[in-house]
């Protein structure tokens, strides 16, 4: 009676799983359909766009959004560019990144990266694991860089990955819109720069977001040095040059909030050779960057403010 | 231990193969083992203040029993009952406490010479202290017969599906089934429990998860949103907190089941209610039926004039709000509550409505809801100055409809697994329970809907997601 009924639930189980792997092994497929085709947006949309149709720049612009939406490679008089950036993006996701460009033999010689002197503070003393990774899911397996990072987020995590279909968990979404909008307009990624559209509402907003520093102790997160270190030394092994910059913030920065992170970036900058202007610590040079109009919030600028913030940058890097 | 990690999956099915393979009198051992094994999988050392009350209110309920006189008994109720609420006020009323008297200091001029205490709260201490409050309660009123057996009275206490956040069980519904512990294999049970942990693996895991992203990101910002930014990011909060609590009491009912224990329901789609009376009589039942049974009656319920049980309310729910956490945005909470609670009282509000139109159910949902929601405000927001700065923003009229999104993909990953959740929850689980729709459905209904659940757990769940937040009461 016992026996009969284990074997009842172990073949229901049994059933039920099979079923399971038969259903995602087929949306893996439709799914991996769709966002191959995608040429447009944060999944996957911008990386294909830059593996299949972009012609290799002489300087790849790689960090979040506030390099995304604020660095406009046309800018550049003497170099082409493309800014391959990611809004929300860490330093693990850009490492995960230039492997996989190089692995496609698809990374020019010379990038310029955003630091963000955030990533670096925190408030836990606790080991911080990056996140940011998991943007690029869908090269789990394929490659090495990627795949270590998304298994270091849990025990278990090479486990959930036998499912072909988790590759694409959280973005389902976002893939059939992307993949609708490459219909659309498959250029539209363009040069991977997108301006944030001038609205009445952007001083207003720059004034509502201003940022409130936290009350409670900071720590320098060595994790993230982890990641940085590991990404300038990729680059030295395959002849990449790395030039580094921080965009400017709206409201006054405060250094105390920065200093083990500020103090740290300086030295391995310098001990590394590489150029790096942070503009958080450095104003630019044109006073507009300071008026709240030119920003939609106040550590984004819009496309007026993007305009002249890239034309300072192409002229302090020389590009 | 997470209901929501691979970790709890593979101790689930070790703990489930090992007590049917056990014979049923050795099985209050492995459970026992187990729940321990689950609570120090938190932190070791606070099994010791567990077993510490398991011993005191062992002892206290057979003495009780035993005790020729009625003072006796209520000298030992009253051993169980502080032993019980001074560890509870200890570990989570001391501070807060001890900040009042420190504000009181200031401004008095003095300084204050008691040490703030630096130490984590020992996790689902105010359920297992309610748990065992009734317990010593129930055998003080001669409801039940104490429990000689430590063993299996530990167990009652610890019994790991729902040790650290309910439902919170009584001695005279889970008692006797752990007594018995002779269930057998059943093909149904297994079934119907499976079914609902993975409901409330749904519901955690994509629901909830996903509206924290959303949440977190707006009351972070407190009063620097607009208008409708604030009151979506609270109407977001309450189907969060909702499915995250909710959540974790289908997986609890759920493992139970599967071993062939019952739970009591502890939440029944309570954003159906259409009054705030209702909406207690479907959240957190557990909790609000305790309070009902232990405090509103022993205030003298409704049963001493209008203006006694509008008091009885207040006093009922204020204390529920402190059961909730030691700040005054809970008491503000609980009083919030109160004040609906007494006021429908006053205005004679029914619980049961005559049958109305659609629209009119509809309306009166949403003014409930909406009426929860500004309760949820002082639940959600950190600090009383982070309410008042979501409720301003809520009521600045200034550019209120610019509704900010954050990240387009979280929202409207977090929009369509919420309108799924609200499909879900009005079309098979409104008017049936896991067991009835098991045992109604047709089998291909039964198993497409779960393939179906798995589907969307494995797409859209948030693998790295919060811990449940009831753990941290």
Same mark, same amino acid.
């Given at each position: 009676?016992?026996?009969?009924?284990?074997?009842?639930?172990?073949?229901?189980?049994? +059933?039920?799983?099979?079923?399971?792997?038969? !259903?995602?092994?087929?949306? &893996?497929?439709?799914?991996?359909?769709?966002?191959?085709?995608?040429?447009?947006?944060?999944?996957?949309?911008?990386?294909?766009?830059?593996?299949?149709?972009?012609?290799?720049?002489?300087?790849?612009?790689?960090?979040?959004?506030? +390099?995304?939406?604020?660095?406009?490679?046309?800018?550049?008089?003497?170099?082409?560019?493309?800014?391959?950036?990611?809004?929300?993006?860490?330093?693990?996701?850009? &490492?995960?990144?230039?492997?996989?460009?190089?692995?496609?033999?698809?990374?020019?010689?010379?990038?310029?990266?955003?630091?963000?002197?955030?990533?670096?503070?925190?408030?836990?003393? %606790?080991?911080?694991?990056?996140?940011?990774?998991?943007?690029?899911?869908?090269?789990?397996?394929?490659?090495?860089?990627?795949?270590?990072?998304?298994?270091?987020?849990?025990?278990?995590?090479?486990?959930?990955?036998?499912?072909?279909?988790?590759?694409?968990?959280?973005?389902?979404?976002?893939?059939? !819109?992307?993949?609708?909008?490459?219909?659309?307009?498959?250029?539209?990624?363009?040069?991977?720069?997108?301006?944030?559209?001038?609205?009445?509402?952007?001083?207003?907003?720059?004034?509502?977001?201003?940022?409130?520093?936290?009350?409670?102790?900071?720590?320098? &997160?060595?994790?993230?040095?982890?990641?940085?270190?590991?990404?300038?030394?990729? +680059?030295?092994?395959?002849?990449?040059?790395?030039?580094?910059?921080?965009?400017?913030?709206?409201?006054?920065?405060?250094?105390?909030?920065?200093?083990?992170?500020?103090?740290?970036?300086?030295? !391995?900058?310098?001990? &590394?050779?590489?150029?790096?202007?942070?503009?958080?610590?450095?104003?630019?040079?044109? +006073?507009?960057?300071?008026?709240?109009?030119?920003?939609?919030?106040?550590?984004?600028?819009?496309?007026?403010?993007?305009?002249?913030?890239?034309?300072?940058?192409?002229? %302090?890097?020389?590009? | 231990?997470?209901?929501?990690?691979?970790?709890?999956?593979?101790?689930?099915?070790? $703990?489930?193969?090992?007590?049917?393979?056990?014979?049923?009198?050795?099985?209050?051992?492995?459970?026992?083992?187990?729940?321990?094994?689950?609570?120090?999988?938190?932190?070791?050392?606070?099994?010791?203040?567990?077993?510490?009350?398991?011993?005191?209110?062992?002892?206290?309920?057979?003495?009780?029993? /035993?005790?020729?006189?009625?003072?006796?008994?209520?000298?030992?109720?009253?051993?169980?009952?502080?032993?019980?609420?001074?560890?509870?006020?200890?570990?989570?009323?001391?501070?807060?406490?001890?900040?009042?008297?420190?504000?009181?200091?200031?401004?008095?001029?003095?300084?204050?010479?008691?040490?703030?205490?630096?130490?984590?709260?020992?996790?689902?201490?105010?359920?297992?202290?309610?748990?065992?409050?009734?317990?010593?309660?129930?055998?003080?009123?001669?409801?039940?017969?104490?429990?000689?057996?430590?063993?299996?009275?530990?167990?009652? $206490?610890?019994?790991?599906?729902?040790? $650290?956040?309910?439902?919170?069980?009584?001695?005279?519904?889970?008692?006797?089934?752990?007594?018995?512990?002779?269930?057998?294999?059943?093909?149904?049970?297994?079934?119907?429990?499976?079914?609902?942990?993975?409901?409330?693996?749904?519901?955690?895991?994509?629901?909830?998860?996903?509206?924290?992203? *959303?949440?977190?990101?707006?009351?972070? *910002?407190? /009063?620097? /949103?607009?208008?409708?930014?604030?009151?979506?990011?609270?109407?977001?909060?309450?189907?969060?907190?909702?499915?995250?609590?909710?959540?974790?009491?289908?997986?609890?009912?759920?493992?139970?089941?599967?071993?062939?224990?019952?739970?009591?329901? /502890?939440?029944?789609?309570?954003?159906?209610?259409?009054?705030?009376?209702?909406?207690?009589?479907?959240?957190?039942?557990?909790?609000?039926?305790?309070?009902?049974?232990?405090?509103?009656?022993?205030?003298?319920?409704?049963?001493?004039?209008?203006?006694?049980?509008? @008091?009885?309310?207040?006093?009922?729910?204020?204390?529920?709000?402190?059961?909730?956490?030691?700040?005054?945005?809970?008491?503000?909470?609980?009083?919030?509550?109160?004040?609906?609670?007494?006021?429908?009282?006053?205005?004679?509000?029914? $619980?049961?409505?005559?049958?109305? =139109?659609?629209?009119?159910?509809?309306? *009166?949902?949403?003014?409930?809801?909406?009426?929860?929601?500004?309760?949820?405000?002082?639940?959600?927001?950190?600090?009383?100055?982070?309410?008042?700065?979501?409720?301003?923003?809520?009521?600045? =009229?200034?550019?209120?409809?610019?509704?900010?999104?954050?990240?387009?993909?979280?929202?409207?990953?977090?929009?369509?697994?919420?309108? @799924?959740?609200?499909?879900?929850?009005?079309?098979?689980?409104?008017?049936?329970?896991?067991?009835?729709?098991?045992?109604?459905?047709?089998?291909?209904?039964?198993?497409?809907?779960?393939?179906?659940?798995?589907?969307?757990?494995?797409?859209?769940?948030?693998?790295?997601?919060?811990?449940?937040?009831?753990?941290?009461?």
């Amino acid at each position: 009676m016992v026996m009969a009924t284990v074997k009842k639930i172990l073949l229901v189980i049994a +059933a039920f799983l099979l079923g399971t792997l038969i !259903l995602d092994r087929v949306l &893996n497929l439709v799914l991996e359909s769709f966002y191959e085709q995608c040429l447009v947006g944060q999944t996957g949309g911008k990386i294909n766009y830059y593996l299949k149709k972009a012609k290799q720049p002489d300087v790849l612009i790689m960090g979040d959004s506030r +390099a995304y939406y604020m660095l406009n490679p046309d800018s550049f008089k003497g170099k082409s560019g493309f800014n391959i950036s990611h809004a929300g993006m860490d330093q693990c996701f850009q &490492n995960g990144l230039m492997s996989i460009l190089i692995h496609q033999k698809k990374m020019p010689a010379h990038v310029l990266l955003h630091i963000e002197p955030d990533f670096f503070m925190t408030s836990s003393q %606790d080991k911080i694991i990056s996140k940011g990774i998991q943007q690029l899911k869908f090269y789990y397996g394929t490659d090495p860089v990627v795949t270590e990072f998304l298994d270091e987020l849990g025990p278990f995590e090479s486990l959930k990955y036998q499912f072909k279909s988790y590759r694409f968990n959280g973005r389902v979404i976002n893939t059939a !819109l992307n993949y609708f909008s490459t219909k659309v307009n498959p250029e539209a990624t363009g040069n991977g720069f997108i301006p944030r559209p001038v609205t009445k509402l952007d001083s207003l907003h720059t004034e509502f977001t201003a940022r409130n520093y936290p009350d409670g102790p900071m720590y320098f &997160n060595t994790s993230a040095t982890r990641y940085l270190l590991q990404f300038i030394r990729i +680059a030295k092994e395959n002849n990449i040059q790395v030039e580094c910059f921080t965009s400017p913030v709206y409201y006054k920065r405060n250094i105390d909030f920065y200093k083990p992170a500020c103090e740290y970036l300086d030295s !391995l900058f310098s001990a &590394n050779q590489i150029k790096y202007i942070d503009y958080g610590r450095t104003n630019t040079s044109d +006073a507009r960057i300071r008026d709240p109009h030119f920003w939609e919030d106040s550590e984004h600028l819009n496309g007026a403010g993007a305009a002249i913030f890239s034309r300072q940058v192409a002229s %302090d890097f020389g590009y | 231990m997470l209901f929501n990690s691979i970790v709890f999956l593979i101790f689930f099915i070790t $703990v489930t193969i090992g007590y049917y393979a056990l014979a049923p009198r050795f099985r209050w051992i492995l459970l026992l083992v187990a729940s321990s094994y689950f609570y120090m999988y938190f932190y070791p050392p606070y099994l010791l203040i567990l077993l510490f009350l398991i011993l005191v209110d062992y002892f206290a309920a057979i003495v009780i029993d /035993n005790a020729g006189t009625e003072k006796k008994k209520k000298i030992w109720l009253t051993i169980s009952l502080i032993a019980n609420i001074g560890i509870l006020a200890f570990f989570k009323y001391y501070n807060f406490l001890n900040e009042n008297v420190e504000e009181l200091c200031i401004s008095l001029g003095w300084s204050n010479p008691i040490p703030a205490l630096t130490i984590l709260l020992p996790i689902g201490l105010s359920f297992h202290t309610f748990q065992s409050m009734s317990y010593t309660i129930e055998v003080y009123r001669g409801n039940i017969k104490p429990e000689r057996h430590l063993g299996i009275y530990a167990l009652f $206490v610890m019994f790991y599906p729902q040790l $650290v956040a309910g439902p919170i069980e009584r001695g005279t519904t889970l008692l006797p089934q752990l007594k018995k512990n002779d269930n057998k294999l059943e093909y149904d049970n297994v079934m119907i429990g499976l079914s609902q942990m993975l409901y409330g693996l749904f519901k955690k895991v994509v629901v909830a998860d996903s509206l924290a992203m *959303y949440v977190n990101s707006i009351y972070s *910002y407190g /009063n620097f /949103n607009t208008g409708f930014t604030a009151l979506f990011a609270t109407w977001m909060f309450a189907f969060q907190i909702y499915c995250d609590f909710s959540g974790y009491s289908d997986i609890a009912i759920g493992a139970g089941r599967v071993m062939g224990y019952r739970m009591m329901t /502890n939440f029944s789609i309570p954003y159906f209610s259409k009054s705030v009376t209702e909406f207690w009589r479907r959240w957190h039942i557990s909790l609000s039926t305790w309070l009902r049974d232990y405090l509103y009656f022993s205030l003298g319920g409704n049963r001493k004039g209008k203006w006694r049980t509008y @008091l009885n309310n207040m006093l009922t729910m204020l204390l529920g709000g402190l059961w909730h956490g030691a700040s005054w945005n809970f008491v503000i909470w609980g009083g919030l509550n109160g004040v609906y609670l007494a006021g429908e009282k006053m205005f004679n509000v029914k $619980v049961k409505k005559p049958i109305l =139109p659609f629209w009119k159910k509809a309306g *009166y949902a949403f003014l409930t809801f909406n009426l929860i929601c500004l309760t949820w405000v002082f639940f959600r927001a950190h600090t009383f100055e982070g309410a008042v700065g979501i409720l301003s923003s809520i009521f600045n =009229p200034v550019d209120w409809l610019n509704l900010r999104i954050q990240d387009t993909s979280i929202f409207f990953n977090m929009i369509s697994m919420l309108a @799924l959740l609200l499909v879900f929850d009005y079309f098979i689980f409104r008017k049936k329970n896991a067991e009835t729709f098991y045992r109604t459905s047709s089998r291909l209904q039964f198993s497409s809907f779960h393939l179906l659940l798995l589907i969307i757990i494995l797409l859209f769940g948030v693998s790295e997601g919060d811990q449940f937040i009831y753990f941290q009461f």
